[in-house]
């Protein structure tokens, strides 16, 4: 569901009209990370979609915000090397599935060892302020 919003919203245009638009998608993007390039060649081959957008499909998925749940370090620095660390913002599934999931993401973010701590803190607190606008008179 997420990596089909996510191509509608790019391919329709969305985000070139609205290019100050953030948005989070969850789950670390769904499969964005892995198949933005086969969307992309699949979209050049379709009759219609490349009018709707005059720029590189690539550029577009990239505008995203990430959130960090991946369940793997490994996961969270491959989300994290597509989006770069600064669209990657922390996540959980809080309520669903109690404190132990809120101990277990948080676990993957300081146990990503691609991360620095520098990354670590963009992750957890200075991008969720800056995204969500806290401690930042509007």
Same mark, same amino acid.
């Given at each position: 569901?997420?990596?089909?919003? /996510?191509?509608?919203?790019?391919?329709?245009?969305?985000?070139?009209?609205?290019?100050?638009?953030?948005l989070?998608?969850?789950?670390?993007?769904?499969?964005?990370?892995?198949?933005?390039?086969?969307?992309?060649?699949? /979209?050049?081959?379709?009759?219609?979609?490349?009018?709707?957008?005059?720029?590189?499909?690539?550029?577009?998925?990239?505008?995203?915000?990430?959130?960090?749940?991946?369940?793997?370090?490994?996961?969270?620095?491959?989300? /994290?090397?597509?989006?770069?660390v600064?669209?990657?913002?922390?996540?959980?599934?809080?309520p669903?599935?109690?404190?132990?999931?809120?101990?277990?993401?948080?676990?993957?973010?300081?146990?990503?060892? /691609?991360?620095?701590?520098?990354?670590?803190?963009?992750?957890?607190?200075?991008?969720?302020?800056?995204?969500?606008?806290?401690?930042?008179?509007?």
């Open positions: 569901d997420t990596t089909i919003a /996510a191509a509608r919203l790019v391919f329709s245009g969305v985000l070139e009209r609205y290019p100050n638009l953030r989070v998608l969850s789950h670390l993007g769904g499969t964005i990370p892995f198949l933005w390039a086969r969307l992309a060649r699949g /979209a050049s081959s379709f009759e219609g979609v490349q009018s709707k957008i005059s720029g590189d499909p690539e550029d577009y998925f990239r505008m995203f915000y990430l959130d960090s749940i991946g369940f793997a370090p490994e996961v969270l620095a491959y989300g /994290a090397q597509f989006s770069g600064k669209k990657i913002v922390f996540g959980t599934d809080s669903f599935f109690g404190s132990q999931n809120l101990r277990d993401c948080l676990k993957v973010v300081n146990e990503c060892k /691609a991360l620095t701590s520098e990354d670590r803190k963009l992750i957890l607190t200075d991008t969720p302020r800056w995204l969500f606008g806290i401690d930042n008179p509007h």
